[in-house]
């Protein structure tokens, strides 16, 4: 294993309800990156096929066309699309953090797949909890999504979806699991709405997304990479966002890549460009916040407070052997 990795976190705008445009891109977008050395790449929360943010702003009844279309440009994880990716990605040599809406049966999950130097998928997991109106849409994770750190030649690589950075016990084990390399998925994020148009949360801005991210890093101790959408002015009818005050266009991108004490470690861009955001990192660095704070080692006291995980993933069907 290396300790000195070049990252990256991309800032784009998903090929809309298109999954084979959405491959074409995540191919074109992973070319460009091995062509820069970058050798461990974050994607954004459902990057494939887009995050349908009109379940928000619109009645169901008014998006119902549009999850229909959701639906058949959802990715399967065993597909001819998936393939593709993972062909791009061993040509590449780099380890890839792709985040998609996952097409299992008649279900959709907010899936994120990890896929080494190798072209192999190491490990795949879904969102645990999809959001308020987002489990209109998706399904929840099992027991399986529960592991979120893997071994790679680039360190060990962590990577969660959007709010799952707000459950504190869920990043506490992935914590626990060692990771140095966090890929943090969000979709598009945007600045607050004129309060004299809408009553609008402050959590639920590409700021607030942006700073949990950073909190991370610093309760972590590990290096994040914040991988953002863009929602450009073009694409907001066919995402049925005409009108509404909330998804301000172009706009939505907030990443950046934080270091293991939460400093930025290159310079941002603008909310509605696109661009992979790059650091060369040392992983020995994690060593200089670890040795102020290790919160599943010197700084914790598990005879006061500890974690229970329940690791048996739930069956739909369970045979009774004769």
Excluded at 261 to 290: F, H, M, Q, S, T
């Amino acid at each position: 294993m290396t300790a000195r990795i070049r990252v990256g976190a991309v800032q784009a705008e998903p090929v809309w309800l298109d999954l084979n445009g959405s491959v074409d891109k995540t191919i074109s977008l992973i070319e460009g990156a091995a062509a820069d050395g970058v050798q461990v790449l974050g994607f954004p929360e459902v990057w494939i096929p887009g995050y349908p943010w009109s379940m928000w702003t619109s009645s169901v009844i008014d998006n119902s066309h549009i999850i229909h279309e959701y639906m058949n440009n959802s990715m399967a994880r065993d597909s001819d699309q998936m393939r593709r990716i993972q062909a791009a990605v061993m040509k590449a040599g780099m380890f890839v953090v792709l985040g998609y809406s996952e097409r299992d049966g008649g279900s959709l999950y907010m899936g994120q797949s990890f896929i080494s130097p190798e072209g192999e998928i190491v490990h795949h997991r879904r969102k645990i909890k999809p959001t308020h109106i987002e489990r209109t849409i998706w399904g929840e994770g099992q027991a399986e999504s529960l592991k979120c750190v893997v071994p790679s030649p680039f360190g060990k690589i962590g990577g969660l979806n959007c709010w799952e950075h707000l459950q504190p016990l869920l990043r506490y084990y992935e914590y626990s699991q060692g990771v140095q390399i966090h890929v943090a998925s969000w979709p598009a994020e945007f600045e607050m709405p004129d309060p004299k148009k809408l009553a609008w949360l402050y959590h639920e801005t590409g700021e607030a997304s942006y700073r949990a991210s950073q909190f991370m890093a610093i309760e972590g101790q590990c290096f994040v990479l914040v991988a953002s959408q863009v929602l450009t002015e073009e694409n907001l009818e066919k995402n049925n966002l005409i009108g509404n005050p909330v998804t301000k266009a172009p706009g939505g991108g907030f990443s950046m890549i934080f270091g293991p004490d939460g400093k930025p470690l290159c310079e941002p861009i603008g909310a509605g460009e696109e661009a992979i955001l790059k650091a060369d990192i040392n992983l020995r660095d994690i060593d200089y916040p670890k040795a102020f704070i290790d919160v599943v080692g010197h700084y914790a006291r598990p005879d006061l407070l500890s974690l229970l995980v329940n690791p048996t993933t739930d069956k739909h069907v369970t045979s009774m052997d004769k």
